[in-house]
Structures are given as C-alpha cells and as structure tokens.
C-alpha cells in the first residue's frame, strides 16, 4: 500500500470517528469522493458486523459481510483498502468490546456429534485422532491445547492421543476422568447407561471415578457403575472393543436390552418391549453395521426366539 492511499484511508477512519484535528485531518475533498463514499458504507456496517460475531466465528462473520460489500465496478486493489479499512475501523471504535469478546471465546466450546446412522473421524487440533460412535458427542474449550487438552464425552469414542509432556490429554466422561500424556484407548460413556468403559490398546492412563484412581496398562479393561461407584479391571482383547469404528461389534452374552441400544443408534430406530423379561435375553455374535437392519434381526430372531413387529421407525419386541 503507497503512504498516500494509507494516509488517505488514515484521513477517513478519523473522519468517521469525529476525529479530525491534527495533520491528518479529512480534507473537504475528500468528502465527494466515490471511494470515501463507499469507505462510509463500509463503517455503517460495523453494527450488523458487532451482531454477526456474537453468533459467529469472526472468519464466518467477515466471509458474510464482505459478500455483501463487493461492488463489480470495483477493482480489486479498493477492496484490500476496504478490508484493511474496516479492520482499522473496528479496532477503532470496538477495540475494547472486541478484546472482551475474543477473552469470553476462550472459555466457549466446540461441540462434535455423531448423528445416530453415522461413524465420524475428526482431527483435534493437537494432532490426537478421534472416532465417534453413533450417537455420541465431543466437547472441548476453543482454547484447547494452548493451556489445557481436557474434552468432554458423551457416547463412545476411540482415541489415538499425540504425545505432550507437558500438556496431558483429559478425557471428562461423566463422573469419571482419564488421563493420558500419549497412548490409544476406547472410552464408552453414554448418557443412559449407568456404567462407564475404558478399554486401553496401548501405553497407560490413569482412571479416577467415585473417590478411586486406578492405573491401566495395555490390554486392561475398566468397568466403572455409576450406581455401585465399583470399579472392575480385566484383561480383554481389545480388538473386540475397538472393531466399531469399521462397523463392526462383538457381543457376549449380552442383554438384548443393551444390545437394542447400539441398533437404536446405529440404524435410527426405537425399540419396545411387550414384556420386561425380554430384556434379559442374552445375546452373543457379531453385528456389522454394513448389513440391514432386517438381517441384524433375523439373526437375533433365531438365536432368542423372538419376534418383531414392525411399524415404520418403531420395532416391538415379543416372543414367539
């Protein structure tokens, strides 16, 4: 930018600030001309600019706000004057709201989900790799790895944390608390089960729930109730644990009442039950997410000698 374009941009900010003595005065000229005309509808947005940021990123905000300025007449080198030209502006006249409001973002939060039908990926910011099971959610503080690595969990997730010594990876699931400088683990911590698992594939972490702190190795599998506050460790094949994310889950002898609530998330359905005891049923083998729905309960169908009636999105579970 040439010193007179700047101090001709300099000139109308102050103008606009109704702050015009010293040299840099506006001069009358300048008040007539084309480009000083659109510099004033460039500040009168600063208002709707202020509106945008408190709902938006301050990236998505500009990118609305200058859609909104292009002129077709205009060349490219006034739209970089204009762009510094409104920055210059908000820091001049909303410097202080701004700065409180950048400070107030640090505490805010990111929120991932994983809609139920769906198994996402996501890169975190400190390089840790993460999978989301169906119908789960992460959070996290948009200052995250600046000062702290501490996520929230609701759901399943698998972690493939990248080491910091200095800054261990926390992950916040309910009651209980994981800590991690570096390793791989499977947290599974959904809001209507009264348990939480930790299955760790490598390194160590240290679990910490209802006043208890217990060290994990690779290989260990932690059971935490949420109604008891017991905390049971065994060792297990972690690959069963882990499979989900190339949809695929392993059961034994589990409860066809758990065992609905991953096909509830996985395939969007809601099951029923005409008779409590049904939920007992036990079931063990292998569901694929790849498979269909009708497939997945033909199975379940053999082995415990049920029935299903179906009413669009709403399966009722009885017996033969």
Known sequence: MK???????????????????GPGAVKPEDQDNADFLMANRIFSLR????????????????????????????????LKYAAVFLISAL?????????????????????ISSPNGQISNVLLFDGTNVWLNAGSTLKYRRSFNKNDRQVFLEGEALFSVTENAKIP????????????????????????????ET????????????????????????????????????????????????G???????????????????????FSFSGEHIKSYRFSGVINKDRSLSYTLNIIRDINKVEF???????????K
């Open 3 to 21: 010193d007179n374009d700047q101090n001709k941009w300099e000139r109308w900010a102050s103008l606009l600030h109704d702050n015009q003595s």
């Open 47 to 78: 208002t709707k600019v202020g509106r945008a940021l408190r709902l938006r990123p301050a990236e998505e905000a500009w990118t609305i706000f200058k859609g909104r300025l292009y002129q077709p007449k205009r060349n490219t080198e006034f």
């Open 91 to 111: 820091i001049t006249g909303s410097g202080f709201w701004l700065y409180n409001r950048i400070t107030s973002d640090l505490n805010d939060y990111t929120l």
């Open 169 to 196: 990876f926390i992950v916040q699931a309910g009651d209980a608390r994981i800590k991690v400088f570096g390793t791989e683990f499977n947290v599974k911590a959904y809001k209507n089960e009264a348990k939480v």
């Open 199 to 246: 299955v760790l594939i490598t390194g160590k972490v240290q679990f910490s729930a209802g006043g208890e702190s217990v060290v994990m190795s690779a290989g260990d599998h932690l059971l935490y109730s949420l109604n008891t506050r017991e905390i049971i460790k065994n060792k297990v094949n972690t690959g069963e644990y882990t499979s989900w994310k190339g």
């Open 248 to 270: 695929q889950i392993y059961f034994d002898d589990e409860s066809l009442s758990n065992l609905t609530q991953l096909l509830e998330r996985w395939y969007e359905v809601k």
């Open 309 to 319: 009636e179906i009413k669009n999105e709403n399966i009722l579970i009885k017996d």
